[in-house]
């Protein structure tokens, strides 16, 4: 399988980039999230990749982490939602948005993605509840997920890729995979700490592992 591409961009269309391995082009289909934080044609990018293989057609999906591949095969897990379905969910929310609006139950979140109906927007919630916690804890150690060796790592003798520009997130990954994890330690289940870490998160944007755990600490309080 190829795990990740590193060369050149060639060219841009309107979903997908040609990107240059050592004088072989690779067609790369890509969200519109991620488009936009590639560099110009030209110049060294590096994406991880999912091959989707059918029985009249090869493709390749890209992602510029690990974490977004991870959300893109749970997504294609779901019943009704394939590749193109999964890169417009991506697209509209990132992986912290998807982790997010799954932990917190919000499927008009999830609907508000090109092509998404109600029905899938809820299937994806529903379904990938019980998982979201997981994936959302790889946020803090990004460079484990998916290290198998099943995964084909394919290079170009070229300058280290200039770092992917980031879209603003409601806090960092890590800091809501730390505090999901501090709160998995102090014994709360993984659906609500994730649930309570959420929340916490997409009320203070800018909020740091600490401040992360003591709001989603308040949340889970018990109330009266």
Not at 44 to 67: A, C
Not at 166 to 184: D, G, H, V
Not at 187 to 194: D, F, I, L, N, Q
């Amino acid at each position: 399988m190829i795990g990740r591409l590193t060369g050149r961009l060639d060219y841009r269309a309107e979903d997908h980039v040609l990107i240059d391995v050592r004088g072989v082009g690779y067609i790369v289909y890509v969200s519109d999230r991620t488009m936009a934080g590639l560099p110009g044609a030209g110049e060294p990018v590096s994406l991880y990749t999912d091959l989707v293989v059918r029985e009249d057609l090869m493709q390749l999906f890209g992602f510029p982490s690990l974490i977004e591949k991870e959300w893109h095969r749970l997504l294609m897990s779901v019943q009704g939602v394939g590749a193109k379905a999964s890169l417009a969910i991506l697209g509209t929310l990132g992986a912290d948005g998807v982790g997010r609006a799954i932990a917190l139950g919000d499927w008009g979140a999830v609907k508000a993605a090109k092509g998404i109906g109600p029905k899938i927007a809820q299937r994806v919630v529903l379904d990938l509840k019980d998982k979201a916690p997981s994936v959302m804890a790889m946020g803090a150690t990004p460079h484990e997920i998916l290290g198998g060796g099943d995964a084909e790592v394919i290079e170009a003798d070229a300058p280290a890729p200039a770092p992917a520009r980031k879209s603003p997130a409601p806090s960092s990954a890590s800091a809501q995979a730390e505090a999901l994890s501090a709160l998995s330690n102090l014994g709360y289940g993984p659906s609500e700490a994730a649930s309570a870490v959420a929340q916490a998160a997409g009320e203070a944007p800018e909020a740091d592992t600490a401040a992360l755990i003591r709001a989603a600490l308040k949340l889970l309080a018990p109330k009266g």
